[in-house]
């Protein structure tokens, strides 16, 4: 799923690799239960990521040489995974219907029973597909071009996936 190793303890993932050109890193799903009282650790998203953290190593030489500390933290992550120590997601922002949308869904009731079948994040996709829009002219052209994908339960970027 992540492509990565990820490494899973009782059904949770514990800790991850990843190979760049300038690092190595080890990913701690749940890092921020770590106590890291040497610092190693750090946050690749602050302000955005709560739970993990990560390692990064440059050399093969740091890797050996903190051997026993990796298999220190190694073990208090899964420790912490077996007392069923957690940070929680945080609640997502609010979805914001824009007002061309909201006007479609209130005339037409089939649209908006689709539209409340779908699931959060397709709803702010398409919100947000619409908002971002500077023009008037294009907010109504991109809805015009969601609505038979609402109809069909099709999220705006499921052709990704």
């Not at 990565?4 to 080890?26: Q, W």
């Not at 990796?70 to 992550?77: G, K, T, V």
């Not at 089939?110 to 500077?134: S, V, Y």
Request: proline content about 3%; cysteine-free.
């Amino acid at each position: 799923k992540w492509g990565f190793p990820v490494y899973v303890s009782g059904g949770k993932n514990i800790v991850g690799l990843g190979s760049f050109k300038s690092y190595v890193g080890i990913w701690f799903f749940q890092g921020g239960l770590l106590k890291d009282k040497t610092g190693k650790l750090t946050n690749a998203q602050e302000g955005k990521t709560e739970a993990m953290r990560q390692w990064r190593f440059s050399s093969l030489a740091e890797i050996e040489e903190h051997t026993d500390l990796i298999h220190a933290y190694l073990e208090e992550a899964i420790a912490n995974q077996k007392a069923g120590k957690e940070i929680k997601a945080k609640v997502g922002r609010p979805l914001v219907i824009p007002p061309e949308l909201q006007t479609k869904l209130d005339e037409d009731s089939d649209l908006k029973a689709a539209f409340e079948a779908l699931n959060l994040t397709r709803k702010r996709d398409f919100a947000e597909h619409i908002e971002m829009a500077k023009r008037e002219e294009t907010k109504l052209a991109r809805l015009e071009k969601i609505i038979p994908m609402i109809l069909a339960g099709i999220g705006l970027n499921d052709k990704y996936k």
